[in-house]
């Protein structure tokens, strides 16, 4: 681990030593992101914020589940399929299917194959 020690500017800048940014990749004009964390300043870089962020879902979500993406594919064909059936058969047609897709999604979560229908579903 890199430590350098650096001082705030009269315009409150903060320059980031040579040595960290190349140990980083941070290239001139690179966007970072900066927020406070139990007092301390915390900046890096989008991707690793996003890579880091995935891994901490990952971490909270139960083996064999599904993704969001695929869960939100599903969920979304599933309203366009509903809409679809509202335009041709009324409000009780599209609540029908809309029910018959939450009840289907519910059954599969509780026999453990939510990841299989929501990726069949998501086709």
């Not at 366009?80 to 599969?108: F, I, Q, V």
Request: aromatic share 4%; no cysteine.
């Amino acid at each position: 681990m890199t430590h350098a020690m650096v001082k705030v500017n009269n315009q409150g800048r903060l320059v980031i030593p040579a040595e960290m940014r190349r140990e980083l990749g941070i290239e001139p004009g690179a966007a970072l992101v900066a927020y406070v964390d139990r007092g301390r300043l915390v900046v890096e870089s989008w991707d690793h914020l996003a890579d880091r962020l995935q891994d901490e879902v990952a971490q909270h979500t139960a083996p064999g589940t599904s993704s969001m993406v695929d869960h939100l594919i599903a969920e979304h064909r599933m309203e366009a399929r509903a809409e679809a059936a509202g335009e041709t058969g009324g409000d009780d047609a599209e609540n029908a299917l809309r029910r018959a897709w939450y009840a289907e999604a519910d059954a599969a979560a509780a026999a453990g194959q939510a990841a299989e229908w929501y990726a069949e579903q998501a086709r």
